[in-house]
Structures are given as structure tokens and as C-alpha cells.
């Protein structure tokens, strides 16, 4: 009964959070942006609540909850540049009994990033790509920090007696093998993936995927 109190808790919070900022109801929003060279990048984004749009999750907010929404946020960008758009994203915090929040307001070129986004899109349909979402994002924010990034990214990828980590994901299992090493995201980066600065294909994708996301961070 106790653990259910708490859930129960939990989830009115987070709720009583994600109204605070969703004004009415939410707006569907049609886009069909030119990506030049003859592709085009066309569908809705929805729920928009004014210039924002407001994501909640009870889960442990986390990197693979944070890009659906920076996508969003840059597609809305790219469709009407003039507008003061937003992405809020609202879940647990790491903290116990915490609530999280990251805002979001779009980089100075969307078209570009969305552009770079949809890359990456078409490299990972043709392969697996070494550019798990923990593991990743980890090596993105210790580069943004002037950090070293391979400490806090192994970390992410490697399973302990604690936590799964992003080894254990079915996905990466069945491309890399069961509890594969972090050096099998460390190859050298194919041509075109070049990214200052990065000598292995995971931090050159991580990146691209990461940086202008992390770049685009505001306080809530």
C-alpha cells in the first residue's frame, strides 16, 4: 500500500507539473519543410500549447525522452522561423521524490540541424550505428563541459551489480553482441562523419546527434 501511495504521489506531481503548461488544448501543427538536393520533410507535430510543446513522462527523465521532443522543437523551428517556439520536457529526477525539468528553444540555423538529424536518419537505417542515447549523450555532455569524455560514457554503456546499462539494450546486443565492450563503439569515423576534435565514430556522432541540442538548453 505504501509503494502504491507513492506511485499514486508521483504521478500527481508530475501531472500537476505538465498542466501548469498546457494552457487549453493542445494544436496540431502541419510542417513540410525543403531540406534542398529534393527532399522534403513533411508530417505534424502535436500537441503544441501556444509556442510550446510540454512532454511528461514518469519514468526518470533521460536522453531518450529529451530528443523526440528537441526533434519537434526543431521541426516547428524550421516550418515557421519567425515564432518564439519552445520544448519542455518534465519527469522524474535522479533526486528521490524530485521532479525534472529541461527547456528547449530552437538553434540559430533549424533547417541545418534538421537536416543533420535526417542524415543521421538515413545512417542508421543502412546500419547499426555506435550512438547509444545514455551512452552518447554522456561523451556529447562531457565534451560540452571540457571534460574527458570516455569515463562518464563507459559508464552508460557498461551493465553493473547496480543497473543495466546501455550493453544490455536488445538493440545493441543483437548488433554488437552479448555485453559487447565500449571499444566496439570506438572505430574511426566513416567519410563525412568528421567532427573536430573526434577521433572515434562515437564521439563524432555523438556529436552531431548531441551538441546543438545541449547548445539549445535555456532554465526553466
Not at 545514455?134 to 543497473?163: I, V
Amino acid at each position: 500500500m505504501r509503494r502504491a501511495k507513492e506511485i499514486r504521489n508521483r504521478a500527481r506531481d508530475l501531472a500537476a507539473a505538465a498542466l501548469a503548461h498546457r494552457d487549453g488544448h493542445g494544436q496540431a501543427h502541419d510542417v513540410d519543410v525543403d531540406l534542398g538536393d529534393g527532399r522534403r520533410l513533411s508530417g505534424t507535430v502535436t500537441p503544441v500549447f501556444g509556442g510550446r510543446t510540454v512532454s511528461v513522462t514518469y519514468s526518470k527523465l533521460a536522453p531518450k525522452h529529451v530528443l523526440p521532443a528537441w526533434i519537434g522543437l526543431v521541426t516547428l523551428a524550421a516550418q515557421e522561423p519567425g515564432r518564439e517556439w519552445s520544448a519542455l520536457c518534465i519527469g522524474r529526477s535522479k533526486t528521490r521524490n524530485h521532479i525534472a525539468r529541461r527547456l528547449f528553444v530552437p538553434p540559430p540555423d533549424p533547417v541545418a540541424v534538421l537536416r543533420e538529424l535526417v542524415l543521421l536518419y538515413d545512417a542508421g537505417r543502412r546500419e547499426p550505428l555506435p550512438l547509444p542515447l545514455k551512452t552518447s549523450c554522456a561523451w556529447a555532455q562531457a565534451r560540452r563541459d571540457g571534460q574527458d569524455p570516455y569515463p562518464p560514457a563507459r559508464e552508460c554503456w557498461q551493465t553493473n551489480r547496480f543497473r543495466p546499462g546501455d550493453d544490455d539494450a536488445p538493440a545493441h546486443v543483437r548488433a554488437w553482441g552479448p555485453r559487447a565492450p565500449f571499444e566496439v563503439l570506438l572505430g574511426k569515423p566513416r567519410a563525412g562523419e568528421e567532427v573536430a576534435g573526434e577521433e572515434t565514430r562515437l564521439g563524432a556522432l555523438a556529436a552531431r546527434l548531441w551538441l546543438p541540442l545541449l547548445a539549445a538548453e535555456g532554465s526553466v
